[in-house]
């Protein structure tokens, strides 16, 4: 089965760091390019960064450039977010999501609550 | 401010048509692909069309979509009660370099 598992979130206070996991089975995450999303409480989705095969190429949104780090482990067959210097407005559900070739996300991971307070 | 504009909420009674408008510019749905998703309460999102009007595997005929211009539209035909969620339209904007979402549009089925 296709799927995605993340974890890594918590309660953290403001200025602190997270590292959140994405474990994908049923697919290899070095075939695609790779995304974080995020949805704070009662909004709308926000999409934070991706990567493509090789790692060689990362966007990210403006708010958190500079402070999240998208990365990947091909032996792992995971996904990463290093979020560094949090502020209460990083507080959200992020999921992990598989992006297919046209830029849609197909794969979703049930989330992880990352909670700055 | 999304860089993607959709309606706060739309509502019909089930059996009929509602429609989703997504409007963008030209450096988003003008230029790429065009995205849509459902989700419910306390659920990951899931993908609905892609590619303007492709549907993924297991997703009804009753959901379609359509790219004109800068704009996209998310029509559901048969409308259920089953189908009262959120929809996110997306999009990749080549001027940002990021992947906008719409707001939002909740769905009621009056």
């Known amino acids: 089965e296709v799927q995605l598992v993340e974890s890594g979130g918590g309660l953290v206070q403001p200025g602190g760091s997270l590292r959140l996991s994405c474990a994908a089975s049923?697919?290899?995450?070095?075939?695609?390019?790779m995304t974080w999303v995020r949805q704070a409480p009662g909004k709308g989705l926000e999409w934070v960064a991706n990567?493509?095969?090789?790692?060689?190429?990362?966007y990210y949104v403006d708010s958190v450039k500079g402070r999240f780090t998208i990365s990947r482990d091909s032996a792992k067959n995971s996904l990463y977010l290093q979020m560094n210097s949090l502020r209460v407005e990083d507080t959200a559900v992020y999921f992990c999501?598989?992006?297919?070739?046209?830029?849609?996300?197909?794969?979703w991971g049930q989330g992880t609550m990352a909670t700055v307070s | 401010q999304s860089v993607l504009t959709q309606p706060p909420s739309v509502s019909a009674a089930p059996g009929q048509k509602v429609t989703i408008s997504c409007s963008g510019s030209?450096?988003?749905?003008?230029?790429?692909?065009v995205s849509w998703y459902q989700q419910f309460p306390g659920t990951a999102p899931k993908l609905l069309i892609y590619?303007?009007?492709k549907r993924p595997s297991g997703i009804p005929d009753r959901f379609s979509g359509s790219r004109s211009g800068t704009s996209a539209t998310l029509s559901i035909t048969g409308l259920q009660t089953g189908d009262e969620a959120d929809y996110y339209c997306?999009?990749?904007?080549?001027?940002?370099?990021?992947?906008?979402f719409g707001g939002g549009t909740k769905l009621t089925a009056l």
């Open positions: 997306g999009a990749w904007d080549s001027s940002l370099s990021v992947a906008a």
């Open positions: 049923g697919f290899t995450v070095s075939a695609y390019w």
């Open positions: 590619e303007n009007n």
């Open positions: 999501a598989r992006t297919e070739q046209a830029g849609g996300f197909d794969i």
């Open positions: 030209s450096s988003n749905i003008g230029k790429n692909f």
């Open positions: 990567i493509n095969q090789d790692g060689g190429e990362k």
